[in-house]
């Protein structure tokens, strides 16, 4: 029989949040669905779980000086959510909490210019955490690629039949953005670059970017090739996610390579604190555009811009691309803040043991439960634990036993795994014999 404990934590929500949930677990984290085994027909325990201690709302009293999430920014092209952006695409995700602070259009195909190098980095990432490629692996630069070297953005891979590093073609694509080092890239680890865009939009649907179809490695126009501001995202939280050990790439602001010195077209990287990545691209077609992360107090924003109002960039002194972009990652720092509602190992509630030494197991939380909400306004979700109960010992500390349901006031409801928060062995023979005669003589007393 389910069992559902309620936690009502603190009073119902001052105010709504002005946020939008992203459909599907896309950004839950840790926040995923966890499919219960079917339980046993046992007694349960009626008790309710202890409450959790609540989250200190003192530090979060509401400001008369400081406009909310909702408020837009005057003379700018209004968003669906958030605040005004020149952007013609735009999406903010704080993806700890899966919490949307600004979408403009963010569905609508668009070009992804030299973001799609991105994807071609991901596989990249993937490949040598497979352990099928390492850094010090060449790949042979073929007259494609040297071709390539004489247009757009490039690395100057060198003469065909040359080699040059997976290391250095990675900081190639990151830092200088070439298009030669991708197609190297594709044709060392596909064949040919055809090859490598199947490999892509294979990825792409393995990561659910529904709304991505790639044709090349390098974002270089094509007919057919697009993508959305969500995807970006998408790729930016997998990549940032997936990959710790090669994310550092990102924040390479200069390189030098065949003795030419570049700087990463990524402004933001000296200019913004906490931006640790990712790419900028442009097309005549498209405009310029970027994805980009920062990290503050140990909180992280994902943050999409393009489109063709960004303007030209300028070689000094940032260009309105940057200075939009920087714009609306202060704004989302300043203007929400993330509350704790469980720190890791917390205890959410106790669950009934059958035929275990201990009448109860604690059900604890592995990882940290965080909800975001506008800055001064109290957070207080509605926390169900659920789980199949009374648990069969024996129970092993660290087994997953149910999920913490974290209602939010914008409709989103977030899962949360729960595990044991500590080890119920079996009862002997004879507890056994004494537990179940005691239950099916005296059980209707109870």
Not at 23 to 34: E, L, P
Not at 35 to 46: C, E, H, I, M, N
Not at 143 to 160: C, F, I, L
Not at 339 to 360: H, M, S, Y
């Amino acid at each position: 029989m389910l069992v559902w404990w309620l936690i009502d934590r603190l009073r119902p929500l001052a105010a709504l949040l002005a946020v939008a949930g992203i459909a599907g677990a896309t950004f839950d984290g840790y926040a995923q669905q966890q499919t219960q085994d079917p339980a046993p027909k046992r007694p349960q325990s009626t008790k309710p779980a202890k409450p959790v201690q609540k989250p200190n709302a003192a530090a979060e009293k509401p400001s008369a000086k400081k406009p909310t999430i909702t408020q837009r920014t005057e003379g700018l092209p209004p968003s669906q959510v958030g605040i005004g952006t020149l952007a013609q695409f735009a999406f903010m995700v704080d993806p700890q909490t899966s919490t949307v602070l600004l979408f403009k259009d963010a569905d609508k195909p668009m070009h992804p210019s030299s973001m799609a190098k991105m994807m071609t980095i991901y596989i990249a990432f993937d490949e040598l955490t497979a352990g099928r490629l390492k850094l010090d692996t060449k790949f042979r630069v073929s007259e494609k690629a040297w071709r390539m070297s004489r247009q757009g953005s490039t690395m100057y891979v060198g003469d065909p039949g040359s080699e040059v590093t997976v290391e250095d073609l990675i900081k190639g694509m990151i830092v200088l953005s070439g298009n030669d080092a991708c197609i190297v890239v594709a044709e060392g680890m596909a064949g040919t670059e055809e090859g490598f865009a199947d490999r892509m939009n294979k990825k792409a649907n393995e990561l659910g970017m529904t709304g991505s179809v790639f044709k090349n490695a390098s974002g270089w126009p094509a007919e057919g090739q697009m993508t959305t501001a969500r995807d970006l995202a998408l790729l930016a939280w997998h990549t940032i996610n997936d990959f710790p050990q090669y994310y550092h790439f990102y924040s390479i602001q200069n390189w030098t390579y065949s003795n030419i010195k570049q700087d990463n077209r990524n402004l933001l990287l000296r200019q913004t604190p906490g931006v640790d990545g990712l790419k900028t691209g442009h097309t005549e077609e498209g405009g310029f555009g970027q994805p980009v992360s920062a990290v503050r107090d140990g909180r992280r924003l994902i943050l999409v811009v393009t489109g063709r109002a960004m303007g030209k960039p300028q070689h000094e002194g940032g260009s309105e691309r940057a200075q939009e972009t920087a714009r609306l990652m202060e704004w989302g720092f300043r203007e929400s803040t993330n509350t704790t509602i469980f720190k890791a190992g917390d205890t959410v509630a106790e669950a009934p043991v059958w035929l275990g030494e201990q009448d109860k197991v604690p059900l604890v939380v592995a990882h940290a439960v965080q909800v975001t909400s506008p800055t001064g306004t109290p957070a207080t979700p509605r926390v169900v634990a659920r789980y199949d109960g009374p648990l069969p010992a024996p129970i092993v500390k660290g087994a997953k036993l149910g999920t913490a349901a974290v209602s939010l006031p914008d409709g989103r409801v977030i899962e949360y795994p729960l595990e044991a928060g500590a080890d119920v062995p079996r009862q002997g023979i004879v507890g056994r014999v004494f537990t179940l005669a005691r239950h099916y003589l005296f059980g209707w007393l109870s």
